[in-house]
T-cell receptor
Framework: SQTIHQWPATLVQPVGSPLSLECTVE??????LYWYRQAAGRGLQLLFY??????ISSEVPQNLSASRPQDRQFILSSKKLLLSDSGFYLC????????????FGPGTRLTVT | EDQVTQSPEALRLQEGESSSLNCSYT??????LFWYRQDPGKGPEFLFT???AGEEKEKERLKATLTKKESFLHITAPKPEDSATYLC????????????FGRGTSLIVHP
């Protein structure tokens, strides 16, 4: 069966510090991978998605970047965090080549102070 | 313009009081409509995929239906453990693998 991991679960970082959130998927090959941010009372905002290693598409211009160094690894980064980067970050995967349902990780709660 | 609208935003039910959540969409040529359940502080959990009007899916006390303009998530005799936010998403035509999510309905079931 497939599983998706995210870490850390919670993170408190000062403004201006760097960020690295990691997501890994097990039990599938060449998945589509996604990073979302969910703010309180708002819907899911797609940040990045990837259909293969080294292939990253950005949906929203912002202070964040993403990388996919391995087939089942997706990393969300920032060089300098802003207060507005606080939120609940979710990684998700879907089957390659098909617009089917997504499966989400447990999420990372990021608080920028 | 929102392609996916969920209503109501919040719903409070008594245990055993059946009701329905609505997800209306404006995309044409729908490729798929998805329902998720999200508990506080956790990632959304996939529930159902519906592909064509008239299709129905069931899981325990939940039943999802689809028409050409909307989907309903019917909750029969809900229990407190059904309390969660329910999210709807649609997959539009084209080569993109990006679904569009609604803002969700927050359901609270009182014992």
């Amino acid at each position: 069966s497939q599983t998706i991991h995210q870490w850390p679960a919670t993170l408190v970082q000062p403004v201006g510090s760097p960020l690295s959130l990691e997501c890994t998927v097990e039990g599938t090959s060449n998945p589509n991978l996604y990073w979302y941010r969910q703010a309180a009372g708002r819907g899911l905002q797609l940040l990045f998605y990837s259909v293969g290693i080294g292939q990253i598409s950005s949906e929203v211009p912002q202070n964040l970047s993403a990388s996919r160094p391995q087939d089942r690894q997706f990393i969300l980064s920032s060089k300098k965090l802003l207060l507005s980067d606080s939120g609940f970050y979710l990684c998700a995967w879907s089957v390659s080549g098909r617009p089917y349902e997504q499966y989400f990780g447990p999420g990372t709660r990021l608080t920028v102070t | 313009e929102d392609q996916v609208t969920q209503s109501p935003e919040a719903l409070r039910l008594q245990e055993g009081e059946s009701s329905s959540l609505n997800c209306s969409y404006t995309v044409s040529g729908l490729r798929g409509l998805f329902w998720y359940r999200q508990d506080p502080g956790k990632g959304p959990e996939f529930l159902f995929t519906l592909y064509s009007a008239g299709e129905e899916k069931e899981k325990e006390r939940l039943k999802a239906t689809l028409t050409k303009k909307e989907s309903f998530l019917h909750i029969t005799a809900p229990k407190p453990e059904d309390s969660a936010t329910y999210l709807c998403a649609v997959q539009a035509p084209g080569g993109s693998y990006i679904p569009t999510f609604g803002r969700g309905t927050s359901l609270i079931v009182h014992p």
